[in-house]
C-alpha cells in the first residue's frame, strides 16, 4: 500500500506495475481529440477498456446563473456561448423558448431567415463534425477540405450579421435585419458548391475508403434502448435506428410545410452516423432550396407586433410618443412575460436543445435550465467506451459530437 | 438608512415595479377527455395529485416520496421511454421548498410530459437512474448545483464544481459574483493561504472597471505596449477589410471542374 505525503505523491499506476493489475490513464482535459476540456478516467486491461469516468466541468460558467440575473433580452448572446460552433440553433432555441412563453406570433419572413439560418448553421455544424472526426481518425485532408467550405457558409453568416461564430442573429420576437443584397444569390452558388464537394470529395475521400470503415464500423455500437435509456437524442439516436426529429414530429418555425427526409440507419455504429451526418446536410440543402421562393412572397415585417414584450420598429419609435416610451420601459426594465412555466425542445446539430423557463411574471427568468444534447450524450460515454479497445476511445468521443460550451454551460 | 437587502434570494431585481401591476398567468387547461394525456392520467391514478395541460405539455404532481413509481409507471404503461431532462428549482425562500420535474417524452406520439414534486430543505429525493440511465448526470447536476441529495444513485459527487468547492451556486443565497469562499479559492490554490495578503481576494465581476489598471483594462485608441507607460498619443484603431467569396465569378470555376 502506498503512503503518500508532499514528497512522494499516490502514484496511480504503481498497482499497476507490482500486482498485475488495471492501468489508469487520464485522458485530457488538455487533448486534441478531446473536443474540449474534457478529462476522461480509464481503466485499462491491456489496451481493453474495463471503466470510463467522464469529468467534465472545465468550461462552467455558470450560464444558468448569469440568466437568472439578466433581463430576457440582455440573455440572448449568451447563448450563443453553449453550442459555440452553431450559435444560431441555441439562439433560436432560447428565443423560441420565451416566445412560447409570452405567445407571439413570428412575422412569416422572419421565419423564412429563421430556417434558413438554422440550416445554414446545421451544414456548418456538420461539416466541423466531419472534419474534426475525419482528423481524430487520422484522415487530415478531409479536414482542410470540409474547413473550406465551412468558411464560405461563415462568410454568409458574416454578411447577414457581421459575426462568424457568435451570430445573435435570431432575436426574441423574429430577426433583426432582412437578408442583405446578392446573400440568395450567394446561397443558391453555396449550396451548389456543397453539394458538389459532398459528393465529390468528401464520399469519395471517405464513404467507401478502406481505411475510414475499418476504423467507424462496428465501432462504439449503441443499442436503441440504451440510447433512449441515457437521453440521446438527434443523430445519436437516430443513428441507433430510432426515428425521432423534432423537426419532423414536433414541427416549429416552417418546418411543418417543408418536404424534407430524415435519415436513419440501424447500424448503430460510428459509421452508420457518420453516414447520417452527410446524409443530413443534403436535406438541409435541399429545405434551403425550397426556403428561396419562399422568401420572396412575404411581406417586409420583420419583428412581432407584440407591443408589450417587443419593442416597435425603429421608424415607429422615431416618430410615435408611445413607441418610444414603451421601448424605454422594454430596454431599461426588460420584458416581464406572464407566470408559468416552459419547455420548448427544437433540433439543434447536435440533438434536442431545450431551454425550460420559470417565471414569475419578473424580467429575470426565476430559473432557466439548459437542456444540453451533449450533456447527456457525454454521460452515455461512461457506457459505451466500456469494452472497447484505447484505439476506438478518440472514434466514439468523435461521433457523438460533443461540444464542451453546452457540457459545461 | 441603508437599503434593505434580503439575505435569502440575491437574484436580481427589477428597479421598479408597478404598485398596481399584477402578473398574468401562462394558461393551464385542464385535461381532455379521451386525448393521449387523460389516458396517462388515468394509468397514474392515485399517484397523480394534480394534472394540468400548459402549454401543450402535461404538468403532474406527485408525491415526491412515489418519484420512482410514478416514473416506472409512465414508462412501462404509457410509453414515456426518454427522461430528457430533470433539476430543480429553488423555492426555500418562500415556502422552504425545493420544486423538483422530470421532463419525459414518449417518442411515438410526440408528446411529453413535466412530472413535478415539491421536497423540503434538507430532505433527499429517490434516484432514478434505474428507470432513466441519463438521470445519472442530471442528478449529480441537481446535487452539485442545489445541493439536494439523491438516494442510492450511484455516484452522487460534485459534476461541474471543484470537488473541494463549498456551497451551491444555483441556490438562491448565493451571489452571482461567487461568496468569500469562491473570492479565496484560486488564492489558495495556486499559491497558498500565506499568499492571501499579498494577492487579495479575486473579483468575479466581469463588468468591473479599474481605473488605474491600464493593462488589462485598454485604453481605447490609446494602447501602448505592454508595461509602457500610458500617453496621450492617439493610436488609429485599424479594421480588417472582408470581402465576401464572389461565387458567382467562381460558379464557372466550378462549372470548369464538372
Not at chain 1, 454578411?159 to 445573435?168: E, I, V, W
Not at chain 1, 432582412?178 to 465529390?200: A, R, T
Not at chain 2, 431585481?13 to 387523460?38: C, L, M, N
Request: aromatic share 10%.
Amino acid at each position: 500500500m502506498q503512503q503518500p505525503n508532499k514528497l512522494t505523491p499516490f502514484f496511480e499506476n504503481i498497482n499497476f506495475e507490482r500486482d498485475d493489475n488495471t492501468m489508469v490513464i487520464n485522458f485530457g482535459p488538455q487533448h486534441p481529440s478531446a473536443h474540449g476540456q474534457l478529462r476522461l478516467i480509464l481503466e485499462l486491461d491491456g489496451e481493453k477498456v474495463v471503466k470510463a469516468t467522464p469529468d467534465i466541468g472545465y468550461l462552467h460558467r455558470g450560464v444558468e446563473k448569469m440568466a437568472e440575473n439578466m433581463m430576457y433580452n440582455e440573455f440572448l448572446p449568451t447563448t450563443d456561448r453553449l453550442d459555440y460552433i452553431a450559435s444560431t440553433a441555441n439562439n433560436y432555441a432560447y428565443a423560441a423558448a420565451v416566445e412560447k412563453l409570452i405567445g407571439v406570433e413570428v412575422p412569416r419572413r422572419a421565419q423564412v431567415i429563421r430556417t434558413m439560418l438554422l440550416e445554414l448553421n446545421r451544414i456548418i455544424s456538420h461539416l466541423f463534425f466531419v472534419a474534426t472526426h475525419a482528423l481524430d481518425v487520422g484522415a487530415m485532408s478531409v479536414f482542410l477540405y470540409a474547413f473550406r467550405e465551412r468558411e464560405y457558409a461563415m462568410d454568409l453568416m458574416e454578411d447577414y450579421c457581421g459575426a462568424r461564430l457568435t451570430h445573435s442573429s435570431i432575436r426574441i420576437g423574429g430577426v433583426p435585419l432582412d437578408l442583405p443584397k446578392d446573400w440568395i444569390s450567394n446561397l443558391i452558388s453555396f449550396c451548389d458548391k456543397v453539394e458538389y464537394e459532398l459528393e465529390h470529395t468528401y464520399n469519395a475521400l471517405l464513404q467507401e475508403n478502406r481505411i475510414w470503415k475499418m476504423r467507424l464500423e462496428d465501432v462504439g455500437v449503441l443499442s436503441a434502448d440504451e440510447a433512449l435509456s441515457w437521453g440521446c437524442s438527434g443523430i445519436m439516436l437516430r443513428g441507433s435506428g430510432v426515428k425521432y426529429d423534432i423537426r419532423k414530429e414536433e414541427p416549429y418555425e416552417l418546418y411543418g410545410e417543408l418536404d424534407f427526409d430524415i435519415p436513419v440507419s440501424d447500424r448503430c455504429d460510428s459509421y452508420g452516423r457518420y453516414r447520417l451526418y452527410m446524409e443530413e446536410m443534403k436535406q438541409s440543402i435541399r429545405i434551403i432550396r425550397q426556403l428561396i421562393p419562399m422568401y420572396k412572397d412575404t411581406t417586409p415585417e420583420l419583428m412581432a407586433n407584440a407591443p408589450e414584450y417587443i419593442s416597435a420598429p425603429k421608424e415607429q419609435i422615431m416618430t410615435q410618443n408611445y413607441s418610444l416610451m414603451q421601448h424605454f420601459v422594454l430596454v431599461t426594465q426588460g420584458m416581464r412575460p406572464p407566470k408559468g412555466e416552459v419547455y420548448v425542445p427544437t433540433e439543434s446539430p447536435k440533438g434536442e436543445l431545450g431551454f425550460y423557463i420559470k417565471s414569475e411574471g419578473e424580467p429575470y427568468a426565476y430559473r432557466l435550465k439548459v437542456r444540453a444534447p451533449s450533456f447527456y450524450h457525454t454521460g452515455l460515454l461512461q457506457e459505451i467506451l466500456v469494452g472497447t479497445y484505447i484505439a476506438d476511445v478518440v472514434t466514439i468521443i468523435g461521433s457523438t459530437n460533443i461540444v464542451f460550451g453546452e457540457v459545461d454551460r | 438608512m441603508r437599503k434593505y437587502t434580503p439575505k435569502d434570494n440575491v437574484q436580481k431585481k427589477s428597479y421598479h415595479t408597478d404598485r398596481f401591476w399584477t402578473a398574468p398567468r401562462v394558461p393551464q387547461e385542464s385535461v381532455e377527455e379521451g386525448s393521449h394525456f387523460a389516458d396517462v392520467v388515468n394509468a397514474m391514478g392515485d399517484l397523480a395529485k394534480e394534472a394540468f395541460v400548459s402549454l401543450g405539455q402535461l404538468v403532474v404532481w406527485i408525491d415526491a416520496t412515489k418519484n420512482k413509481e410514478a416514473l416506472s409507471l409512465l414508462r412501462d404503461e404509457c410509453g414515456y421511454v426518454q427522461c430528457s431532462e430533470l433539476s430543480a428549482v429553488d423555492y426555500l425562500a418562500q415556502d422552504g421548498e425545493f420544486e423538483i420535474f422530470y421532463q419525459l417524452l414518449n417518442i411515438s406520439n410526440a408528446s411529453r410530459v413535466r412530472v413535478k414534486c415539491r421536497i423540503k430543505e434538507g430532505e433527499a429525493i429517490e434516484s432514478i437512474t434505474t428507470i432513466f440511465k441519463s438521470a445519472n448526470f442530471a442528478e449529480r447536476e441537481m446535487f452539485d448545483m442545489f445541493g439536494i441529495y439523491v438516494n442510492n444513485h450511484p455516484y452522487l459527487k460534485r459534476i461541474l464544481m471543484p470537488e473541494d468547492w463549498q456551497g451551491h451556486p444555483l441556490l438562491k443565497t448565493y451571489p452571482l459574483q461567487g461568496d468569500e469562499f469562491a473570492s479565496w479559492y484560486e488564492v489558495d490554490k495556486i499559491f497558498g493561504k500565506e499568499y492571501r495578503d499579498i494577492i487579495g481576494p479575486e473579483n468575479r465581476d466581469p463588468s468591473r472597471i479599474d481605473k488605474d489598471d491600464t493593462k488589462r483594462f485598454s485604453r481605447v485608441g490609446y494602447e501602448v505596449p505592454f508595461g509602457a507607460e500610458p500617453t496621450d498619443t492617439p493610436t488609429p484603431i485599424e479594421y480588417s477589410e472582408t470581402t465576401l467569396v464572389d461565387y458567382n465569378k467562381s460558379s464557372t470555376q466550378l462549372d470548369e471542374r464538372r
